[in-house]
């Protein structure tokens, strides 16, 4: 039997029951596989935290329809901010950017980590949308996988991560394939939390300057840990021109070792195969553009983590911004 690749109006009514029930679903965006929960009910907001093992001080992403939802849940802003984001929901929303606002009073601490501000977007995905209009309401929603691990951005990745069932609904691979990126409005000038698909430059061009990275006064986010995003085979991060020599000392020594690489093993291991007997274990080529490779990352490091490999060995990618966020994953990905 074929597995439906967009859930069903009953897949979505049920889903539907299940959340108002305090029921967790799994649900795709144009990211990654979100575990969802009722924004609104605190006891379904701790079941999250418990089903992925995740500290109760990181906060949980609420998802919204559309933008005309977020008077409920965010506080009154100034009017700088509140132009900011009139900019960036009618350029980027729906969409792969998740903004960090003041929460509302009436807001549950446990969906914001207990802090006063609130990070939200709008997803694009067709099954998101159809989910969140018939709820009617705000869904809760981290990666729907067990904390720190590879994010899901397939159906069957979800049922890997949660054996013992959680009800997903379908929804093909996701389009991006790594999270949104991130933006605090809480400071002047805002500043970029985590990298994701939508880059500097695109927000600078419409808002202005913008701030990067940590500070002290930023909010706990999503993915914001330094070792994040990791199979559970240990990851090396390799420079391109010390990929070969990396990959034979390890097979010398006796080291099974997995490969991501944007180059073809036919042409980079060619000298290794004719001297050495053991075999890399696997070799992915990558595609050559950043947003294919991350749409195929968090996919090509599930199957490189099922090869028993003793750890597995990733070539470098480029410094250039269109590759932040990609570069952001793989080293936490690669963080012991």
């Not at 079941?47 to 998802?63: E, N, W």
């Amino acid at each position: 039997m074929s597995v439906p690749i967009e859930a069903s109006d009953a897949d979505i009514a049920a889903a539907v029951k299940a959340l108002r029930a305090g029921e967790l679903v799994a649900f795709p965006t144009e990211t990654v596989y979100g575990l969802g929960a009722d924004a609104g009910n605190s006891a379904a907001l701790s079941r999250v935290y418990a089903a992925k093992g995740r500290p109760t001080d990181h906060p949980l992403i609420l998802h919204l329809a559309d933008v005309a939802q977020l008077t409920r849940w965010v506080a009154a802003l100034p009017a700088p901010t509140a132009t900011r984001v009139e900019q960036l929901a009618q350029r980027f929303w729906p969409g792969p950017l998740t903004l960090v606002l003041p929460c509302a009073a009436e807001v549950s601490p446990v969906l914001t980590g207990g802090q006063t501000s609130l990070a939200v977007r709008v997803p694009s995905h067709p099954v998101a949308q159809r989910l969140l209009r018939a709820f009617g309401s705000g869904i809760a929603a981290p990666s729907a996988n067990r904390y720190g691990r590879v994010s899901p951005t397939r159906a069957v990745h979800v049922r890997e991560e949660f054996p013992e069932g959680v009800m997903i609904l379908e929804g093909g691979d996701c389009e991006v394939g790594v999270e949104s990126t991130i933006l605090s409005l809480l400071e002047t000038p805002p500043r970029i939390l985590r990298p994701g698909i939508i880059g500097r430059e695109s927000l600078e061009a419409l808002i202005g300057p913008l701030a990067l990275g940590s500070s002290t006064t930023v909010p706990r986010v999503p993915g914001s840990m330094p070792q994040h995003y990791a199979p559970q085979t240990p990851v090396e991060l390799v420079a391109v021109e010390a990929l070969d020599a990396r990959i034979k000392s390890c097979i010398a020594s006796g080291e099974a070792v997995a490969v991501l690489a944007r180059s073809a093993p036919e042409t980079r291991m060619a000298s290794a195969r004719g001297a050495i007997s053991l075999p890399v274990r696997r070799w992915l080529q990558a595609p050559a553009s950043s947003a294919a490779y991350a749409h195929d990352l968090y996919a090509n490091l599930r199957s490189l983590d099922k090869e028993n490999a003793a750890r597995i060995l990733i070539e470098q990618v480029p410094t250039s911004p269109e590759w932040d966020a990609v570069r952001d994953r793989l080293s936490r990905a690669a963080a012991r």
